[in-house]
Every structure is written in structure tokens, then in C-alpha cells.
């Protein structure tokens, strides 16, 4: 098992690495310079100059990228361009929003998406498992920016019970928090409810009722648990999409979160916040994979690594 983990974490420097790169050569081709941003429309040639030389982007994109690669395998990151603060820092400071939001988000979803899918089989083409279907199906269908507006509309504008723009505050997670877990729940449903009756129509668990094995212990031990394991398959990959999902929420509610610090350094061209922030989602997305991995033993004895 923990040598199944170190080669797992020894797998994800390639991985990381190709991302950096794709990230570094996409930000380079960019039709814009930062020392613009920077110097503003009253910066003449000199002064870009300078600034260019100062920030060392007339440096090879060789050397500018050993440069950072020499930077990030000693924790650091680099300065930003516009800010002229570590990106550690930063990231390290946008990074909470983001986590209490996909956290927030990710337990509504649990306890909502994966009662609702098991209850929708128990009660397989009953009025309930058509509404449970009908909610599945409009949560993969809306998009998340649309619902975010609306909710604002709605509850923000409209009954002015929520206040629609954003802030660390609790009450104000309440909207960003809806709107990103609307497409979670969905798929948990839907998951939960397919994996479940494929579960309940095998022959051990007909074996299990024939045996006179009270239902609900061969529903809990035998059809529920063995049901599971594409369910947190599932659940890693939505996690894993929710937390880039939230770039739009936080931009949406002005949740002051990674993802809408990301929006800003992309339209400012700044490069080593980018480049940071790409890598810090890399590696959150590649510990859930590991996360899931760990999990397939415990929740199935017969998976040995």
C-alpha cells in the first residue's frame, strides 16, 4: 500500500510538469505584454523597456522557464507582475475561500444527490423516482453561470433575502454554495441510482433474500456498499470539476477565491500568479485521484494493490 502511494506521488511530477509547460507556452502566445498593464497608457517605450527587463520577460522563454521550474521545485513560485507579492502567498490567502466554498458545496451534494439516488431506486418508476430523475437531469443541463445569475435575481434583487455579491461572511456562502453544487448533486443522483439498481439485480443479492436474510441488512451490507465504489469514482471526478467550476461562481458572486483571482491574472497577463495558481489546481486534482485510489480497499476488501 505505501509503495503504491509513493509511485502514485512519483507519477504526478511528469504530470505537473506538462502542465506547467502547456501553461507557460499558452500565457507566452497571447497577443499582449504585461508591462502594458503595468505602465498603463502613459508608458512610453523606455519605460516598457525597462519594465520588460526589470520583470525579465526579453529573456528566453528557456531561461525564463528554468527559472521558474528552479523556482517552484524550492517552493517558490516567483513575484507577481502586478502585485509585486509572492505567489505563495497569495495563493496561500485565496486558497481558504475557495476550499470553505467546494467544501460547503460538496456536503450539500453528498447529503442531498446520494439519498435522493438511493431513494430513487428503492422506489424505482414511482412518481418520487421520476422527480428524483427529473432534478438529476435539470442539474446537468443548467449551466452554472446562468443559475448563479438567477439565484442573484432572485434572492439577492428580488426578495432581498441574501445579499447577491460576495464576501468570507457565512450568510453570503449560502447563494455560491447552491449554485456550485447544483451539477454535483445531479450527478451523485444519478450514479447513486444506476449503480444501485445494477447492484440489487444480481444474483448474490437474490441469493442474500433467499437465504432469510432480514432486507434491510442485505440492502445495507451487501447492495448499498458494493454500490459505492463507482459512486466515489464519481464523487472524485465531481469534486475535481467543482473546484474548477468555481472560477465562474466566484466570479459570479465576487467570491474572493482562487478561481477569481485566476480571472484577473489572465486578463492581466501575469504570469507567475497564472502559473501558480494552474499548478495548485493540478495538484489538489491529482491528491483527489490519489484520495479515490486510497479509498477503493476500504470500501472493497477484494481490491489489493
Known sequence: MSLYIVSRIIQLIPTVLGIYVITFLMMRVLPSDPAKFIEGDRGDAQSLAETRARLRLDDPLSVQFTTFLGGALQGDLGR???????????????????????????IIAMSIGIPLGIFSAVRRN?????????????????????????????FGVTLKWLDPTGSTKLSHLILPSIAACFGML????????SSLLEVLNQDYIRTA????????????????QNALLPVVTVWGAAVASLLSGTILVETIFAWPGMGR???????????PLVQGIVIAYALVYAGLNLLIDILYPIIDPRIRY
Open 186 to 193: 445531479a450527478i451523485l443522483t444519478r450514479i447513486t441510482r
Open 209 to 224: 433474500h433467499s437465504k432469510g436474510l432480514h432486507s434491510q441488512r442485505v440492502f445495507v451490507r451487501h447492495a448499498l
Open 261 to 271: 483571482l485566476l480571472v484577473a491574472a489572465i486578463g492581466q497577463r501575469d504570469y
Open 126 to 154: 414511482s412518481v418520487w423516482d421520476f422527480l428524483a430523475r427529473l432534478v438529476a437531469l435539470i442539474g446537468v443541463s443548467i449551466p452554472v453561470f446562468w443559475l448563479g445569475i438567477q439565484l442573484q435575481i432572485l
Open 80 to 106: 507577481s507582475f502586478i502585485h509585486n507579492r509572492p505567489v505563495t502567498t497569495m495563493i496561500g490567502e485565496s486558497f481558504q475561500p475557495t476550499a470553505l466554498l467546494a467544501l460547503t458545496a460538496t
